[in-house]
């Protein structure tokens, strides 16, 4: 399964929202993962099951979609936020992962 | 808490192997699958299989069959990884994950550069 995301890289201030899409080659229903990477930390689960919050994620991040296509929501933008973020479909093997997102201050 | 270590950057030569390794903690080793996800900036995230500590029964991304074996040591909860046949194109970050589907937990990536 092939995963498009976009954009590949976004620019925004804090206290904005932001939305990253990803789109799936073919139905994944709603199997699919959001993580954030962060230089000198461990990739981080942030959300699974297209819209489920992984514990300790705050409820500022919103997923959704289903299907083939899915949104990644940060609302209200916070200086730890700004980091590369990927989607991952897990609804079959291989798992494959979108080909990521830096958010950068504006 | 759960912790994945995972062993030192690594410079070696093509045509040669390389075994990376992941040690965990803060878990049930043997509860819990690992994954092995490999990172260039061309290619971005690509998984190479999945390994079950309990049984020590694999999956590989057929890309990486033959290339990578995965391995563990339930007596120090460490999972492995060894890369064979080195070239340029295996040089890249690699990640063990745990996790079935979902990776819930990653270890902190090692840099793997082939050159001669």
């Known amino acids: 399964v092939q995963m498009t995301q976009s954009p590949s890289y976004l620019a925004a201030s804090p206290g904005e929202s932001v939305s990253i899409s990803c789109k799936a080659s073919k139905s994944i229903s709603n199997n699919l993962a959001w993580y954030q990477e962060k230089p000198g930390k461990a990739n981080k689960l942030l959300i699974h099951?297209?819209?489920t919050l992984q514990s300790g994620t705050p409820s500022r991040f919103s997923g959704s979609g289903s299907g083939t296509d899915f949104t990644l929501t940060i609302r209200s933008l916070e200086s730890e936020d700004f980091a590369v973020y990927y989607c991952?479909?897990?609804?079959?093997?291989?798992?494959?992962f979108g080909s990521g997102t830096k958010l950068e201050i504006k | 808490q759960v912790q994945l270590q995972q062993s030192g950057a690594e410079l070696v030569k093509p045509g040669t192997s390389v075994k990376l390794s992941c040690k965990a903690s803060g878990y049930t080793f043997t509860s819990n699958h690992m994954n092995w996800i490999k990172q260039t900036t061309g290619q971005g995230l690509e998984w190479i299989g999945i390994?079950?500590?309990?049984?020590?029964?694999?999956s590989y991304n057929v890309k990486f069959k033959g290339k990578a074996t995965l391995t563990v040591d339930k007596s120090s909860s460490t999972a492995f990884m060894q890369l064979s046949s080195l070239t340029p194109e295996d040089s890249a970050v690699y990640y063990c994950?745990?996790?079935?589907?979902?990776?819930?937990?990653w270890g902190q990536g090692v840099m793997v550069t082939v050159s001669s």
């Open positions: 991952q479909q897990y609804n079959e093997y291989p798992l494959t």
């Open positions: 390994i079950n500590p309990g049984s020590g029964g694999t």
């Open positions: 099951s297209g819209s």
């Open positions: 994950a745990r996790g079935g589907r979902i990776l819930n937990y």
